[in-house]
């Protein structure tokens, strides 16, 4: 079965870090470009941020440039979501999701992903 588990999340002070991390499952993430996402009951969708299959292009959303950094580690089929200076806005769902291999590019709607992780919950309060 083919799956993406996010993990990493919890309750944070403003201006502390956490990293979240994206494994697959059941397919090698290698030759997927990755994005994350986050979402609040009631909210829209946002793109935080993508990464390309090689790791060599990545993308952010405006609110999280400078303060969080995507990467992946193909050994470990895993991508990762380091977010520092956290802010209660911050609070959300994040998802991670994989785009069809097919699919080179980094972007940052979700429509354009295939592969979608169940989530992890992230919440930055004092």
């Known amino acids: 079965q083919l799956q993406l588990v996010e993990s990493g999340g919890g309750l944070v002070q403003p201006g502390g870090s956490l990293r979240l991390s994206c494994a697959a499952s059941?397919?090698?993430?290698?030759?997927?470009?990755v994005g994350w996402f986050r979402q609040a009951p009631g909210k829209e969708r946002e793109g935080v941020s993508c990464?390309?299959?090689?790791?060599?292009?990545?993308n952010y959303a405006d609110s999280v440039k400078g303060r969080f950094t995507i990467s992946r580690d193909n050994a470990k089929n895993t991508v990762y979501l380091q977010m520092n200076s956290l802010k209660p806005e911050d609070t959300d769902i994040y998802y991670c999701?994989?785009?069809?291999?097919?699919?080179?590019?980094?972007?940052?709607?979700?429509?354009?992903?295939?592969?979608w992780g169940q989530g992890t919950q992230v919440t930055v309060s004092s």
């Open positions: 059941g397919f090698t993430l290698n030759y997927n470009v």
């Open positions: 990464i390309s299959s090689s790791g060599g292009s990545t």
């Open positions: 999701a994989a785009r069809n291999r097919l699919k080179p590019a980094c972007a940052m709607r979700g429509y354009e992903y295939y592969y």
